[in-house]
């Protein structure tokens, strides 16, 4: 299905942005830079106007959740903005009683770990999301209006992140009790999954329709998990999850936006796959209908593009620890990914995972505008390397 005409990748606004162009395999005049959790503690400003209102009251307030969403834009300069919401968000939409508990992550009403438990919580119709997401879409349309050529990134959990909360009843180390149900009954397991794939798709698409460039899915937890397992119990429902936007494209006028009549090449809406630990299921996770895959600090960028088969763009993977190191080591770090980064078709730089709260926000403006001018590249050079190298 096409985009809506005023969708700001059909205007042309963010389609030649550096985070599509990247996403789409080119490489752009610099490397894009943003970062998972940008927004949120790490802030004082986010700091302060979330006083007195709980996280996923202010996801649910549009005017709240796009000032959110745009404070590190505004800060770092970074090339994308994400959605200020939570990947339980659509499962509290549906009914679920999930809470978030600060410093803690997402706690369930009732765990359910049976066939009876998932039969009570499947009862719960994901059509309901098309009139509850109303506040999503408003949040996300106000937020494009005012990043203009930053293109947005919508997101949402895999259903096996979600399935792992709903399972355990929050947070959990090794998600015991959620790989003992796909083993132990593996029809309520496929049944909570297709479910749980079901919500966390239409919350991905209503954000991509209401003016998302992109849409990022998270697998957060999936390194906990074996190839063979991955492939068989959860891979089919990331595919179906990600089905929800496969099919959403828009036409890109080869002479440039305003070049009526000229001609157009159709794109699709390009989708992100990330999770944590899963340097042994790189290969899986594209193949589920990813164009770009997201990598986590434990693998080196050359290595994540040789199990990609040297076809995929790839994001990623500053250590966040070393976010707190002095300087210059964390300057040798940018580099070497960078430089790891170049052997892939394209590098949009990440870090590994979220923002840790404590980090000075400074240095990830610092960080920013460091990554933008070693990767310059200048018109008539025509090169990637950065100045120090050449
Ligand atoms: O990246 C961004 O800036 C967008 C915002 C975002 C949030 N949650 C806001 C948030 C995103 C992309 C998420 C996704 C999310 N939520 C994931 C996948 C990404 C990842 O980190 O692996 C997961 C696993 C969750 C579940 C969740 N929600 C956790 C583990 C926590 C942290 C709990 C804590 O207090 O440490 C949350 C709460 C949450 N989501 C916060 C934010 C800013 C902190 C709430 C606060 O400020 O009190």
Avoid at 3 to 16: K, S, W
Avoid at 30 to 36: A, D, G, I, L, N
Avoid at 210 to 232: E, K, N, P, V
Wanted: hydrophobic share 45%; glycine share 8%.
């Amino acid at each position: 299905m096409n985009l809506d005409a005023q969708h700001p990748l059909a205007t042309g606004l963010t389609a030649d942005s550096r985070l599509i162009r990247a996403y789409q395999g080119t490489r752009p005049d610099k490397t894009p830079v943003w970062f998972m959790r940008q927004a949120g503690r790490s802030l004082p400003e986010y700091r302060s106007l979330r006083v007195g209102t709980r996280m996923l009251d202010a996801c649910l307030e549009p005017e709240m959740a796009s000032e959110i969403t745009l404070q590190p834009v505004r800060r770092h300069n970074v090339d994308a903005g994400i959605l200020f919401s939570d990947i339980v968000i659509p499962l509290k939409l549906v009914g679920v009683d999930v809470e978030i508990v600060a410093g803690m992550g997402p706690v369930l009403g009732k765990a359910v770990r049976n066939a009876k438990d998932v039969e009570e919580l499947t009862a719960l119709d994901p059509a309901v999301l098309d009139t509850t997401l109303a506040p999503i879409r408003a949040a996300v349309a106000r937020t494009v209006a005012e990043l203009g050529a930053t293109p947005l990134i919508g997101f949402a959990g895999a259903p096996f992140t979600l399935a792992a909360y709903l399972v355990e009843g929050g947070p959990s180390k090794d998600h015991i009790h959620a790989r003992t149900l796909m083993h132990a009954d593996p029809d309520a397991w496929a049944a909570l999954m297709a479910w749980t794939a079901e919500v966390t798709g239409r919350f991905l698409r209503a954000q991509v329709l209401a003016g998302a460039s992109a849409a990022q899915l998270f697998d957060s937890w999936a390194g906990a998990l074996s190839l063979d397992d991955y492939t068989r119990y959860v891979a089919p429902a990331s595919t179906a999850a990600i089905a929800h936007v496969r099919d959403l494209t828009y036409d890109e006028s080869l002479a440039g936006p305003s070049a009526a009549g000229a001609a157009s090449v159709r794109r699709n809406v390009p989708v992100v796959h990330f999770g944590v630990g899963t340097g042994e299921l790189l290969r899986e996770m594209h193949a589920v209908g990813a164009d770009v895959v997201g990598v986590d600090y434990r693998v080196p960028l050359d290595e994540a593009n040789r199990r990609l088969g040297g076809l995929v763009p790839v994001q990623g993977n500053i250590d966040p620890a070393l976010l707190a190191a002095p300087w210059p080591v964390l300057e040798a770090h940018v580099l070497d990914v960078l430089e790891r980064g170049r052997t892939a078709p394209a590098h949009v730089l990440n870090l590994g995972h979220g923002v840790p709260p404590m980090t000075d926000p400074n240095v990830l403006t610092r960080l920013v505008s460091f990554v933008h001018e070693v990767t310059a590249v200048t018109a008539d050079a025509g090169d990637q390397s950065p100045p120090a190298a050449s």
